[in-house]
């Protein structure tokens, strides 16, 4: 009965050491030998797994970034968009929405957050020099 004891005291302080979290250095008891052999055999990663995860993190942002931004509209000029003041209030005049913000995107795009008439919110995208609608949402 002691060994069996014994023996959970001893996988509790293992235990303690290597937390699957944490996978850190062990205490250091022979000084002779590398710290490499103090870390727990399942916690090593070598060069490669470390370099091939760190990749992969940013792979996954560099693809999901792209999906966060908004159209691209136009090249042109800004002196060849339509009036910026002007194209805001023939959208709500012809639409009759209730306009929150109407702002510049970075994709050169004309970009209008508001509510419909039935009160759903909504954000719509327009070419700042046919004034077509480019891409729109309702929620």
Not at 5 to 24: E, L, T
Not at 46 to 75: N, Q, S, W
Not at 78 to 103: C, H, R, T
Not at 112 to 139: D, M, Q
Request: net charge positive; glycine share 6%; with cysteine.
């Amino acid at each position: 009965m002691a060994t069996r004891s014994r023996d959970f005291a001893n996988v509790v302080a293992m235990m303690a050491h290597i937390a699957p979290a944490q996978c850190g250095m062990l205490p250091i008891e022979n000084p002779n030998v590398s710290p490499a052999q103090h870390r727990p055999p399942d916690c090593e990663l070598t060069l490669l797994e470390t370099d091939m995860r760190t990749l992969l993190a940013f792979a996954i942002l560099a693809v999901a970034t792209p999906a966060f931004a908004g159209p691209h509209c136009t090249k042109e000029p800004v002196s060849s968009w339509l009036p910026k003041d002007a194209f805001k209030e023939k959208v709500v005049a012809a639409s009759g929405f209730k306009v929150a913000v109407f702002k510049v995107t970075t994709g050169n795009c004309y970009e209008l957050y508001g509510r419909n008439k039935a009160g759903k919110r909504i954000e719509i995208y327009y070419h700042p020099v046919t004034g077509a609608i480019v891409k729109s949402h309702a929620r």
